[in-house]
């Protein structure tokens, strides 16, 4: 029996064999990639070594004023962080009704989903990285798209891989337009100081990025843009989407970056509104379209359907009767209202059958309905007089005063080409709810990518956002890449790529190569020339109609989501402000100690506050101070764990902190600080020679980094807020056991507070039910915070696939019986059955909050 939910996969293409989050530092010990700093130096301006388009300056754009100095980009690793294929989540919600060998067969293997990325022998992983290949899966990253470009082209070799590169960079350098600080809301106003983010990742690259201003966000652009031409292939091309407010220098950039030659286009497509103004409303943003080498630039053309009166149709006004062959013009109301015209007429239009310049053979005269035509002087027939009167046999003539025209029907060619003007996309550009405060339209990534690409060609976003490239690539068969630094986008980007349902299009290859394309639809171009000549009628293809099949379910295919190596550099040392940043660190881990002996730590849990008598930094990696603190039981001591002030606590500095913790054996309190935390780090009891002390994830208030930002600070009830654990249980039942989550303490830092057991804050959580130390692979996924029937769209999709609502006809269409039980369990907080294969089989649970905070628990059978 066929499958009858399926996804498209790349069989035939690889990716590099990178480590998993949890191999993270082996790659170092690669023949290919040294331990150490690299590089990735590039030329600021190609212009430079061109010379021959004008330059675009700017404040600091060279540094030291040097035009041939070179963007030196530090190279980092990407790690995998989970493996998620919705192939494996869908088939937990139904059973097949027919022989399930099939079926069984295509979850059988997870290794097989990913490309055996999953198979490598411990002792073969090292010496792998980067040196061999596994097979494609789409890739989610988060990280600077700066560094994660850069890694693709160092570490991975992807230069000249990339088919087409779409950018949607914030529009201008205005915070509040950039980000949301939760998954499910979008309400999100530049002046108000609550819509900032929370994330340091965001923090760091609004500081970092828009310091400058316009000067600031043109360097931000061009670093980007410099990367992404050395990943793309010759026939590649790169989109960046922009408003009115900096297009021209936009515009002005790629020129000097891709070559004014390599201009392809200024694509204009309207909104849903305009900008409120004193003066004229904007109702459109532009796409720049620049190739990497204009003369072997790939392009589809792609067609709208052609309506007289319309774009590319204004010229048909005039009408024939079917029966008597008689024509007029239209009336006045029949061109205001074309669609509405009688079907005993045929609409066409008049157009000339005389070009212009002299005909080197001469001009013969030819006779039409008793008349005599002969082409004015400087002109000359379109076709030979045998062919006119070919035309004048099929009807095609038509005799208005003193010339004749070719009579060219509407249905001739039923479609005409897209201009470069898009209209309407603000009413039909989106599919479903907004997601994302600055979303981008579908209808919009959609041309661009099939104008420019094939199904299994490679597309690159760097600029994620809710993940509308990736979305629209997967269902069109392309392969993809997609970045962001929020977690929040990644985790919009993740949900609805994973619940995410296409049409299944037949593939022109039986074998299922994506690379052969589809079948698409084709129509008849009837011109002057083929009815002149008699030859055969051509057909244009329609690259945006593929042939449907109704039987199966397609969701996406395979993919990974990947994080950057930390963001903070290896070490201060490798950088060439060493001393700035020593100070600036310096300077922050001070602060810190003030505001622990002034303010203590709120116990989130308990909405207790912990007092410090005294606190003192320490001259340790993994320990940077110590405090005391009063209890019932008399003083106790505590040290602290500081994280990065931009980046994220590191669990294997977690590591190093508590074995130093351990040894000094003084302790009853080990206080690990951050604004974020690697997924896998936990807290909990740790056992010492003195007795016991407690590990706790403490979670630094934003207000602490984001001094000048706001417009006033803050009145924080505290600025340090401990972060627990989740309360998971896993209840066994023979050889099956279920998960429940009881609840989870999440901080929510908008309003300052842990709200303790809020299942509701949950966005989804996820289960690995054989978990294997190194990969975390999606089995299950479950939302808790989401509406129901906006979640719902597996269901959805199997109730709309046999275009029926009951179920007795879904079931009869596909074979299947639907799990109403499964489907009820998508939205709460217990997990499917998960069967236990052997004693110590491991199983991990990651959950994701709505500000995007993970958390990760590995359970024991």
Same mark, same amino acid.
């Given at each position: 029996?066929?499958?009858?939910?399926?996804?498209?996969?790349?069989?035939?293409?690889?990716?590099?064999?990178?480590?998993?989050?949890e191999?993270?530092?082996?790659?170092?010990?690669s023949?290919?990639?040294?331990s150490?700093?690299?590089?990735?130096?590039?030329?600021?301006?190609?212009?430079?070594?061109?010379?021959?388009?004008?330059?675009l300056?700017?404040?600091?754009?060279?540094?030291?004023?040097?035009?041939?100095?070179?963007?030196?980009?530090?190279?980092?690793?990407?790690?995998?962080?989970e493996?998620?294929?919705?192939?494996?989540?869908?088939?937990?919600?139904? !059973?097949?009704?027919?022989? %399930?060998? /099939?079926?069984?067969?295509?979850?059988? #293997?997870?290794? &097989?989903?990913? @490309?055996? +990325?999953?198979?490598?022998?411990?002792?073969?992983?090292?010496?792998?990285?980067?040196?061999?290949?596994?097979?494609? !899966?789409?890739?989610?990253? %988060?990280? /600077?798209?700066?560094?994660?470009?850069? #890694?693709?082209? &160092?570490?991975? @070799?992807? +230069?000249?891989?990339?088919?087409?590169?779409?950018?949607?960079?914030?529009?201008?350098?205005?915070?509040?337009?950039?980000?949301?600080?939760?998954l499910?809301?979008?309400?999100?106003?530049?002046?108000?100081?609550?819509?900032?983010?929370?994330?340091?990742?965001?923090?760091?690259?609004?500081?970092?990025?828009?310091?400058?201003?316009?000067?600031?966000?043109?360097?931000?652009?061009?670093d980007?843009?410099?990367?992404?031409?050395?990943?793309?292939?010759?026939?590649?091309?790169?989109?960046?989407?922009?408003?009115?407010?900096?297009?021209?220098?936009?515009?002005?950039?790629?020129?000097?970056?891709?070559?004014s030659?390599?201009?392809?286009?200024?694509?204009?497509?309207?909104?849903?509104?305009?900008?409120?103004?004193?003066?004229?409303?904007?109702?459109n943003?532009?796409?720049?379209?620049?190739?990497?080498?204009?003369?072997?630039?790939?392009?589809r053309?792609?067609?709208?359907?052609?309506?007289?009166g319309?774009?590319?149709?204004?010229?048909?006004?005039?009408?024939?009767?079917?029966?008597?062959?008689?024509?007029?013009?239209?009336?006045?109301?029949?061109?205001?209202?074309?669609?509405?015209?009688?079907?005993?007429?045929?609409?066409?239009?008049?157009?000339?059958?005389?070009?212009?310049g002299?005909?080197?053979?001469?001009?013969?005269?030819?006779e039409?309905?008793?008349?005599?035509?002969?082409?004015?002087?400087?002109?000359?027939?379109?076709?030979?007089?045998?062919?006119?009167?070919?035309?004048?046999?099929?009807?095609?003539?038509?005799?208005i005063?003193?010339?004749?025209?070719?009579?060219?029907?509407?249905?001739?060619f039923?479609?005409?080409?897209?201009?470069?003007i898009?209209?309407?996309?603000?009413?039909?550009?989106?599919?479903?709810?907004?997601?994302?405060?600055?979303?981008?339209?579908?209808?919009?990534?959609?041309?661009?990518?099939?104008?420019?690409?094939?199904?299994?060609?490679?597309?690159?976003?760097?600029?994620?956002?809710?993940?509308?490239?990736?979305?629209?690539?997967?269902?069109?068969?392309?392969?993809?890449?997609?970045?962001?630094?929020?977690?929040?986008?990644?985790?919009?980007?993740?949900?609805?790529?994973?619940?995410?349902?296409?049409?299944?299009?037949?593939?022109?290859?039986?074998?299922?190569?994506?690379?052969?394309?589809?079948?698409?639809?084709?129509?008849?171009?009837?011109?002057?020339?083929?009815?002149?000549?008699?030859?055969?009628?051509?057909?244009?293809?329609?690259y945006?109609?593929?042939?449907?099949?109704?039987?199966?379910?397609?969701?996406?295919?395979?993919?990974?989501?990947?994080?950057?190596?930390?963001?903070?550099p290896?070490?201060?040392?490798?950088?060439?402000?060493?001393?700035?940043?020593?100070?600036?660190e310096?300077?922050?881990?001070?602060?810190?100690?003030?505001?622990?002996?002034?303010?203590?730590?709120?116990?989130?849990?308990?909405?207790?506050?912990?007092?410090?008598?005294?606190?003192?930094?320490l001259?340790?990696?993994?320990?940077?101070?110590?405090?005391?603190?009063?209890?019932?039981s008399?003083?106790?001591?505590?040290?602290?764990?500081?994280?990065?002030?931009?980046?994220?606590?590191?669990?294997?500095?977690v590591?190093?902190?508590?074995?130093?913790?351990?040894?000094?054996?003084?302790?009853?309190?080990?206080?690990?600080?951050?604004?974020?935390?690697?997924?896998?780090?936990?807290?909990?009891?740790?056992?010492?020679?003195?007795?016991?002390?407690?590990?706790?994830?403490?979670?630094?208030?934003?207000?602490?980094?984001?001094?000048?930002?706001?417009k006033?600070?803050?009145?924080?009830?505290?600025?340090?807020?401990?972060?627990?654990e989740?309360?998971?249980?896993?209840?066994?039942?023979?050889?099956?056991?279920?998960?429940?989550?009881?609840?989870?303490?999440?901080?929510?830092?908008?309003?300052?507070?842990?709200?303790?057991?809020?299942?509701?804050?949950i966005?989804?959580?996820?289960?690995?039910?054989?978990?294997?130390?190194?990969?975390?692979?999606?089995?299950?996924?479950?939302?808790?915070?989401?509406?129901?029937?906006?979640?719902?769209?597996w269901?959805?999709?199997?109730?709309?696939?046999?275009?029926?609502?009951?179920?007795?006809?879904?079931?009869?269409?596909?074979?299947?019986?639907?799990?109403?039980?499964a489907?009820?369990?998508?939205?709460?907080?217990?997990?499917?059955?998960?069967?236990?294969?052997?004693?110590?089989?491991?199983?991990?649970?990651?959950?994701?909050?709505?500000?995007?905070?993970?958390?990760?628990?590995?359970?024991?059978?």
């Amino acid at each position: 029996m066929a499958k009858k939910v399926t996804s498209i996969k790349h069989n035939t293409d690889t990716r590099a064999h990178i480590p998993s989050k949890e191999e993270a530092g082996y790659e170092d010990a690669s023949s290919k990639v040294q331990s150490g700093k690299k590089i990735l130096e590039l030329p600021k301006n190609p212009i430079v070594h061109r010379g021959q388009d004008p330059e675009l300056f700017w404040l600091n754009k060279y540094g030291n004023d040097d035009r041939e100095a070179l963007l030196k980009i530090d190279i980092r690793s990407l790690y995998r962080h989970e493996h998620v294929a919705p192939e494996t989540l869908i088939r937990n919600l139904y !059973t097949v009704t027919e022989t %399930q060998s /099939d079926q069984l067969d295509l979850f059988s #293997s997870v290794n &097989e989903l990913f @490309g055996n +990325a999953l198979e490598k022998d411990e002792i073969d992983k090292v010496s792998e990285y980067y040196q061999h290949q596994d097979g494609w !899966t789409n890739r989610l990253i %988060q990280g /600077d798209s700066h560094l994660v470009m850069a #890694s693709l082209l &160092e570490r991975e @070799g992807m +230069a000249g891989q990339v088919q087409t590169i779409f950018i949607d960079p914030p529009y201008g350098i205005k915070y509040g337009g950039n980000w949301q600080i939760k998954l499910n809301s979008t309400d999100v106003k530049d002046t108000n100081d609550e819509a900032l983010t929370g994330e340091p990742e965001q923090i760091k690259a609004f500081r970092d990025t828009w310091e400058l201003g316009i000067h600031s966000y043109l360097s931000y652009l061009r670093d980007r843009l410099l990367v992404a031409k050395e990943l793309l292939t010759e026939s590649g091309s790169c989109f960046v989407q922009i408003s009115d407010e900096n297009v021209h220098l936009v515009r002005s950039l790629m020129d000097e970056v891709f070559g004014s030659e390599n201009f392809v286009s200024l694509i204009v497509f309207t909104k849903t509104g305009g900008a409120s103004s004193n003066l004229l409303g904007t109702v459109n943003d532009y796409i720049i379209w620049f190739s990497k080498s204009k003369s072997v630039v790939k392009y589809r053309q792609l067609y709208q359907g052609k309506e007289a009166g319309q774009e590319g149709a204004t010229g048909y006004t005039l009408i024939e009767n079917i029966r008597s062959g008689e024509w007029r013009s239209m009336t006045k109301d029949e061109k205001e209202r074309p669609l509405e015209i009688s079907k005993d007429y045929k609409i066409f239009d008049g157009t000339p059958l005389m070009s212009t310049g002299e005909s080197s053979k001469g001009n013969l005269p030819f006779e039409f309905m008793g008349k005599e035509y002969l082409p004015p002087s400087g002109s000359h027939w379109k076709t030979s007089v045998t062919g006119l009167k070919k035309l004048a046999e099929l009807q095609r003539i038509i005799a208005i005063g003193n010339r004749i025209e070719y009579k060219r029907y509407l249905d001739d060619f039923p479609v005409v080409p897209y201009s470069n003007i898009w209209l309407g996309l603000g009413e039909r550009g989106f599919t479903g709810e907004k997601l994302y405060v600055v979303q981008t339209a579908v209808e919009a990534i959609k041309r661009c990518i099939l104008m420019t690409t094939d199904p299994g060609d490679l597309i690159l976003d760097p600029t994620c956002g809710s993940g509308t490239t990736a979305f629209v690539a997967e269902q069109w068969g392309r392969r993809w890449i997609t970045i962001d630094t929020s977690r929040i986008a990644l985790s919009i980007a993740k949900e609805r790529l994973m619940t995410a349902i296409y049409p299944y299009y037949n593939l022109y290859d039986e074998n299922g190569d994506v690379r052969q394309g589809f079948i698409y639809k084709t129509v008849p171009h009837i011109t002057l020339k083929s009815l002149a000549n008699d030859e055969p009628t051509a057909n244009e293809t329609l690259y945006d109609q593929p042939e449907i099949d109704k039987k199966l379910l397609r969701v996406s295919g395979p993919f990974t989501v990947e994080t950057l190596q930390n963001f903070e550099p290896i070490s201060p040392e490798e950088l060439d402000d060493e001393v700035r940043v020593n100070e600036e660190e310096g300077a922050f881990e001070d602060v810190i100690k003030q505001h622990l002996v002034s303010a203590g730590i709120k116990n989130g849990r308990k909405d207790e506050m912990v007092v410090f008598r005294s606190v003192e930094l320490l001259a340790s990696e993994s320990l940077n101070a110590e405090g005391f603190y009063i209890t019932e039981s008399g003083e106790q001591k505590a040290y602290f764990h500081i994280g990065p002030k931009f980046g994220t606590v590191s669990k294997k500095l977690v590591n190093e902190a508590i074995k130093d913790c351990r040894s000094r054996g003084d302790a009853q309190w080990l206080v690990i600080l951050g604004f974020s935390f690697e997924s896998d780090i936990e807290g909990g009891s740790q056992t010492m020679s003195m007795g016991t002390f407690q590990v706790d994830r403490v979670r630094i208030h934003d207000d602490l980094l984001q001094e000048g930002l706001k417009k006033k600070p803050a009145k924080s009830a505290a600025s340090f807020v401990t972060i627990g654990e989740p309360d998971i249980d896993l209840n066994r039942n023979g050889n099956e056991a279920t998960i429940e989550i009881k609840g989870l303490d999440i901080y929510d830092p908008i309003k300052d507070e842990v709200k303790p057991r809020n299942i509701h804050d949950i966005a989804y959580w996820m289960v690995d039910e054989d978990y294997d130390g190194s990969n975390f692979v999606v089995k299950q996924v479950f939302f808790c915070g989401g509406d129901k029937d906006e979640f719902n769209k597996w269901k959805k999709g199997l109730d709309n696939l046999a275009k029926e609502s009951t179920k007795k006809k879904v079931e009869k269409t596909l074979k299947i019986e639907i799990d109403d039980e499964a489907f009820d369990r998508l939205y709460g907080h217990i997990s499917h059955p998960i069967e236990i294969k052997r004693k110590g089989q491991k199983v991990a649970v990651r959950i994701i909050s709505q500000f995007g905070e993970e958390c990760t628990k590995v359970l024991l059978t």
